[in-house]
């Protein structure tokens, strides 16, 4: 007999905001007004745009604050802005001495998170901070590094937190403190659990059988947990063996099905929940293979990308319980994709905005426009029918709606 399913409401908002990574219920699913295909000869209306600091972390926007965490010299920052004209309304920030081993960007990687009038983030080297989204006052912190002693990893900390029932989890990535969850209110640890290394991916959560759980996408597969004790239900591994590999996409949930993907030859699995364990459907890594962007879902059809950013990916339409592909768009590049009721809207990383069918008869352009030059790899946010989008140094905003 099959177990009753239902994902949930993560972070309580109106149809308009997009209040954490992913937008209300962390599955990039975006409910608000129409958007439009018709743009004049430039694109899309600019509302706005300004130059911002440092960041790979993309905005997220409750009501008429937009709320957008960067690094300005050796700070990392977080502020509101009015969305209307990207005026800065508060600004919070505090030290940070990252350093990427690697050459790259060394601001803040996660999108902040915004319950109950506070707003989270989880800094490049793990700090986890609560300010007031009215006044942008501090509430707590905590270096989660320090705390769990943990190494540090490749690119700095980047999976947003999760906040349920009054809960902050994370994936902190150290010793018997590999997952841990804080009082949303004080900061206080409530429990820490496993050994697991972090990994890029956010949390999410999902009713199976009416029982809540969130789930977590860890550098060694996937850990579902009872988020009030922090006990391990069920454990996935599903990893590549290449020690520099990256886990970065949420999971998946739709219905009583958990689709994971990665990169570095692990591939993507399609799970069933049951209590007993987990069934595996089908996994591959010819199917949809994701370095770091989540896919979307859609009447049982998966729209993602497939492959390494590096060496060029294809865009796909992929049936969730097969993993049979439908169709692919071969050398399409790497970016994000949100599912907006029949369309999905595409971020390439070449700044180009792509809204196209979500239809598994194949790949069909209803519009396209250059937002932004240089490299667009934040996610952006989209709410209230306005796409707000950010490069290495500018943010901006976009009226998408029809008119």
């Given amino acids: 007999m099959k177990t009753f399913v239902a994902t949930f409401a993560l972070v309580v908002a109106s149809a308009g905001d997009w209040p954490q990574f992913l937008g209300p219920e962390r599955n990039g699913i975006y409910s608000g007004p129409a958007i439009g295909t018709e743009w004049p000869k430039g694109g899309p209306r600019r509302l706005w745009e300004k130059k911002i600091g440092q960041g790979f972390a993309g905005p997220a926007v409750v009501g008429q604050r937009l709320l957008l965490f960067h690094r300005v010299g050796g ?141 977590f996408y860890t550098r060694s597969g996937l850990e579902i947990v009872d988020p009030v004790k922090g006990t391990v239900k069920q454990h996935f591994s599903w990893r590549s063996r290449s020690r520099a590999s990256v886990n970065a996409a949420v999971p998946l949930v739709v219905g009583d099905v958990v689709f994971l993907s990665a990169s570095y030859g692990t591939g993507a699995a399609a799970l069933r929940f049951q209590p007993s364990g987990l069934t595996k459907l089908w996994s591959s890594d010819e199917a949809l293979s994701s370095h770091y962007a989540t896919a979307v879902h859609r009447d049982q059809v998966l729209y993602g990308f497939h492959g390494r950013q590096e060496y060029g990916q294809s865009f796909r339409a992929v049936e969730l319980l097969t993993g049979k592909v439908l169709w692919s768009e071969e050398g399409f590049g790497a970016g994000t994709v949100t599912l907006a009721l029949d369309k999905l809207v595409i971020v390439r990383e070449s700044g180009e905005l792509v809204v196209a069918d979500a239809s598994p008869r194949g790949f069909r352009v209803l519009a396209r426009a250059r937002l932004l030059s240089g490299t667009v790899r934040a996610y952006p946010a989209l709410a209230d029918g306005v796409i707000y989008i950010r490069n290495e140094k500018t943010f901006a905003a976009f009226d998408l709606r029809t008119h």
């Fill in 75 to 215: 700070r990392e920052v977080l502020e509101a802005l009015d969305v209307s004209t990207g005026e800065s309304l508060w600004r919070h920030d505090y030290e940070t001495t990252y350093r990427d081993d690697f050459g790259f960007d060394e601001g803040p990687r996660s999108v902040p998170v915004v319950a109950e009038a506070v707003v989270y983030t989880f800094g490049a080297e793990g700090v986890l901070s609560a300010v007031a989204l009215e006044t942008g006052k501090p509430l707590w912190s905590v270096a989660t590094a320090e705390r769990f002693k943990v190494p540090k990893n490749f690119f700095g900390a980047a999976g947003s937190p999760l906040v349920l029932d009054g809960r902050v989890l994370v994936n902190a990535g150290g010793k018997e403190a590999g997952l841990a969850a804080f009082d949303a209110k004080t900061g206080t640890v409530l429990w820490t659990a496993t050994d697991d290394e972090a990994s890029y991916s956010s949390p999410t959560a999902a009713t199976f059988g009416g029982e809540r759980f969130a789930l």
